[in-house]
C-alpha cells in the first residue's frame, strides 16, 4: 500500500464530477484543495458527513480551501446523492478508479448486498479519506480510514486551518 507522506507530492488526481471534468493540478486555492473521500450513496453515514459540509462550504472558501468531494460511484448515484442529501453546493466527483485509490494509499471494501438503509452496496469501494492539499501539490494533512465512523468533524478542520495558515505551521508527519 502506499504511504503519502507530508510535504511530499501528491500523485494526480483527475476525474469527472457532476459539473464536469476536474484535475488536482489545475486547483490554485489561496490555502488549500481540501479532497474528501466519501463511499458512496450507500452509505447513511457519508450522508450526514457530507451534509455538514454542505453547510460549512462558505467557511472553507472564505479560509482559502477549495473542497471536492468523491466516490467510486457512478455518475447516476452521485446525482442521487447530491440531489436527495440536498448537497448541490458541492463539487461531487465520481468514477474514482481502484488505482487512483492505491495511489492516494485508501482501504478498499467488498460491498455486500442490501445496507441497513436499502440501498445495495456497490460490488467494490474505496473507504473515507480526507486530505488537505497545499497549492503547489503538497501534501499537508491526511486523514484515512478503514470504517465509515470516527471522522474529522469538519468545524474541527476548520479551526485547524485557521491556525496553521496564521501560525504558518508546518506540515508535520514526513518521516514515516
Known amino acids: 500500500m502506499v504511504v503519502l507522506k507530508p510535504r511530499a507530492k501528491t500523485p494526480e488526481l483527475s476525474l469527472n464530477t457532476l459539473k464536469g471534468t476536474w484535475s488536482l493540478a489545475k486547483q490554485v486555492p489561496n490555502n488549500f484543495t481540501m479532497v474528501v473521500v466519501y463511499r458512496g450513496l450507500h ?45 448541490e453546493n458541492l463539487t461531487m466527483g465520481y468514477g474514482l478508479t481502484v488505482e487512483q485509490s492505491q495511489a492516494w494509499g485508501l482501504h478498499r471494501s467488498a460491498g455486500n448486498g442490501l445496507t441497513s438503509i436499502g440501498i445495495e452496496e456497490p460490488t467494490e469501494f474505496t ?7 497545499r497549492a503547489d501539490g ?28 496564521n501560525k504558518n505551521y508546518p506540515a508535520r508527519g514526513e518521516l514515516i
Open 127 to 133: 473507504e473515507p479519506g480526507l486530505f488537505l492539499i
Open 138 to 165: 503538497t501534501l499537508y494533512w491526511s486523514n484515512i480510514s478503514t470504517m465509515p465512523f470516527a471522522r474529522p468533524h469538519f468545524k474541527e478542520v476548520l479551526g485547524a486551518i485557521e491556525f496553521v495558515v
Open 43 to 87: 452509505c447513511p453515514i457519508c450522508k450526514n458527513y457530507l451534509k455538514e459540509l454542505s453547510r460549512l462550504a462558505d467557511d472553507f472558501t472564505a479560509k482559502g480551501v477549495s473542497v471536492i468531494t468523491l466516490s467510486t460511484d457512478t455518475q447516476e448515484r452521485a446525482q442521487q446523492a447530491s440531489t436527495e442529501w440536498e448537497i
